[in-house]
């Protein structure tokens, strides 16, 4: 049952509900894809003014960018504790998956409870739980700790430009919850997730005209694909290891022995020891054609977010907290990285999926059921009052 504080916390958070709904639709239509500078900066500024108003102290950070490529910036809010209180950093990002123009096909929607457009769930939903679990707080007395937001415009893409940020804002804080979406319906947490590697092989082949000279030429078409079978044959789907060739290209003309070929691999996994093993044997890859070259780029990316007791603690003390406000927080291990997984290899204790209960994340039926979402408020306004004990 709701203890009596934490019921009041919840019915002024449900009550809330229609201006938590009005919030995401603004956030949603207006649209912020990864790498397009302009649109996270309207989003931002959509999102700064509205955590301004609640009382926190905004920053955009420029990122230095990546190559050619622009991100926008990243948003640092932050909200003062009592002396000496610990530090949570809340983190999310802004950008998402979805071209510019996609609400032309994918408009917000509310139907049946739940939510559609383009992010609602991944993960606007989040930062609007967010500001309103910060609101309720607020209203109630001084943050019981310090709350830092972070919201990155990159974080889709691999984080590229923001990475340095989030762990330098990751080590000092004392622990770090994850504003990514829930998993499955009944919107567990998430405590691992795995790892993420990328490699890109290039295959060098001869060229020649494969009616006149066959036999002059090397195909890197066919190296490649042998590559492609061996590369393949690494996966271990039974222990969440597991290497998809997602790219495959190569090639000038049908009737031209190709002269190169190019496979990109995604590779995911659950500890960091399955991710040596991979890419030792990928960088072992010899061509069977010993005319054609191969050249391995690309490598690590995300490390595992490996079940730590640090998390395990974390995850029992918000599964105790959503009991208390009347519902049961599982957990799941997940196969998606996040940003999560870069504060939990730094040993900071980190909880993931605490944001918008859903479905659909990346596809066109995106969506957040709307009556969690005053609950998975109260939650993270009751995580802060637990961890700010600790
Ligand atoms: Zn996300």
Request: glycine content about 10%; aromatic content about 4%; charged content about 20%.
């Amino acid at each position: 049952m709701p203890t009596r504080t934490h019921s009041s916390l919840l019915r002024s958070l449900r009550a809330q509900l229609p201006e938590m709904v009005s919030t995401l639709r603004r956030y949603v239509e207006q649209e912020s894809p990864s790498g397009s500078a302009e649109a996270i900066a309207s989003l931002v500024a959509l999102i700064a003014a509205d955590f301004a108003a609640v009382g926190g102290r905004v920053r955009q950070r420029q990122l230095r960018a990546h190559g050619s490529a622009q991100y926008g910036p990243a948003l640092q809010i932050d909200f003062a504790g009592p002396r000496g209180s610990p530090r949570l950093l809340l983190l999310g990002h802004t950008d998402t998956v979805y071209p510019l123009g996609t609400l032309k096909s994918m408009p917000w929607r509310e139907r049946g409870g739940r939510l559609y457009g383009p992010g609602a769930f991944d993960m606007k939903g989040g930062i609007v739980q967010a500001l309103f679990a910060l609101r309720a707080t607020l209203e109630r007395g001084p943050l019981p700790c310090a709350v830092t937001l972070l919201l990155v415009p990159d974080e889709e893409i691999g984080s590229p430009a923001s990475r340095a940020l989030t762990e330098r804002l990751a080590l000092k804080s004392s622990a770090v919850l994850v504003l990514e979406p829930a998993a499955g319906d009944e919107g567990a947490c998430k405590t691992s997730r795995k790892g993420i590697a990328r490699y890109t092989l290039r295959v060098r082949g001869v060229a020649s005209h494969a009616g006149l000279d066959f036999e002059r030429g090397a195909s890197a078409i066919v190296e490649a694909a042998h590559q492609v079978a061996a590369i393949s044959a690494l996966s271990r789907p039974a222990k969440g290891l597991t290497l998809n060739p997602g790219i495959f290209s190569g090639g000038t003309r049908s009737n031209v022995v190709a002269e190169f070929a190019e496979i990109i691999v995604d590779v995911r996994f659950f500890t960091a020891l399955q991710a040596a093993r991979v890419d030792a044997a990928i960088r072992r890859l010899r061509p069977r054609d010993s005319r054609c070259r191969l050249e391995v780029l690309g490598g690590h990316e995300r490390s595992p977010f490996e079940r730590s007791k640090q998390t395990v603690r974390l995850y029992r003390m918000a599964a105790q907290a959503a009991g208390e406000l009347g519902f049961q927080l599982a957990e799941a291990a997940v196969g998606g990285g996040s940003d999560g997984n870069l504060t939990a290899a730094l040993g900071i204790p980190t909880l993931d999926g605490l944001g918008a209960v859903g479905d659909g994340a990346h596809a066109a039926n995106e969506f957040v059921v709307a009556r969690e979402m005053p609950r998975r408020s109260a939650l993270l306004s009751e995580l802060m009052t637990r961890l700010a004990a600790v």
